[in-house]
């Protein structure tokens, strides 16, 4: 297990990277031993640093739970992370592209929760049980890594190339969907650039939720009623440049947009 100052130090080095937008080696690099615990620590370390200027957590991500998003990343386990309010960019809105080193964007479904899920062992049924309701969502990503390359230890602890998320659309009952069947496109400048089903997500994206439920059972919390939660990209990321604009829209819940500047 990493030191607590080890830890410290990794976390120093990915917001140096974040606030000077240039990108670092990849951790493990210096630290192969390093493991997903440890890297799961950097991440709390990093919240702790936000919520201490004020940042406010706002959700959870999972990651890397999309066959396209593993074979794009080269990982082929999920992948969890924190949202924090800072990080919402409105929809239609515009992002600057000043602040960021390498952004991609991709298509998700988010879900938000009405009543607390506990683990071990939630269910899609627990999660569609206490699902208030679900929206489309584009998320940003930034990796803090030369080349956007790491290895899921290093992405853990960069909390996910957690960069922006936007939210739009047609908030929906999951009561009135099937979950596994929401047709998903990603367009930028009006070409399609990525499309799939839902189920591209774990055969369901409320799987996604499950896992987190699970995975944050490991750390003896519970997903608090109220949460926001992103359940992965459903194609590939795209890379964006100044000047694009990108539509995530998914079968039912409608579209979100974002611009970048
Ligand atoms: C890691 C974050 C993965 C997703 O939805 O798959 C992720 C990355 O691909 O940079 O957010
Ligand atoms: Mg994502």
Not at 41 to 53: P, T
Not at 65 to 73: E, F, G, N, P
Not at 75 to 85: G, I
Request: proline share 4%; net charge negative; charged share 25%.
């Amino acid at each position: 297990m990493l030191s607590s100052a080890a830890v410290s130090e990794i976390a120093d080095r990915l917001e140096a990277a974040r606030a000077a937008a240039k990108p670092i080696t990849k951790v493990t690099d210096d630290y192969p031993d390093m493991d997903v615990a440890d890297a799961y620590a950097v991440q709390r370390e990093l919240l702790g640093r936000w919520q201490a200027v004020g940042r406010r957590l706002s959700g959870y991500k999972a990651g890397l739970t999309s066959k396209a998003k593993m074979a794009q990343m080269g990982v082929s386990v999920p992948s969890f992370a924190f949202l924090t309010n800072d990080m919402a960019r409105p929809d239609r809105g515009v992002v600057e592209m000043d602040g960021l080193i390498h952004p991609r964007v991709e298509a998700e479904i988010a879900f938000v929760t009405r009543d607390a899920l506990r683990g071990p062992g939630c269910t899609v049924e627990a999660v569609i049980t206490a699902t208030d309701f679900v929206v489309p969502a584009i998320e940003i990503l930034d990796s803090r890594y030369e080349a956007f390359k790491f290895d899921l230890v290093s992405v853990i602890a960069d909390n996910a190339s957690s960069a922006g998320y936007v939210t739009g659309g047609r908030p929906r009952r999951v009561a009135d969907l099937d979950l596994r069947t929401l047709g998903v496109t990603l367009e930028r400048n009006g070409e399609m650039v990525g499309m799939a089903a839902s189920a591209a997500v774990l055969g369901n994206p409320a799987a996604s939720v499950a896992m987190l439920v699970d995975f944050l059972a490991t750390c003896d919390e519970e997903l608090p009623a109220g949460s926001f939660v992103m359940t992965g990209g459903v194609t590939e990321a795209i890379a964006v440049e100044a000047g694009d604009c990108v539509t995530a829209q998914v079968q039912e819940l409608g579209s979100v947009s974002i611009r970048f500047v």
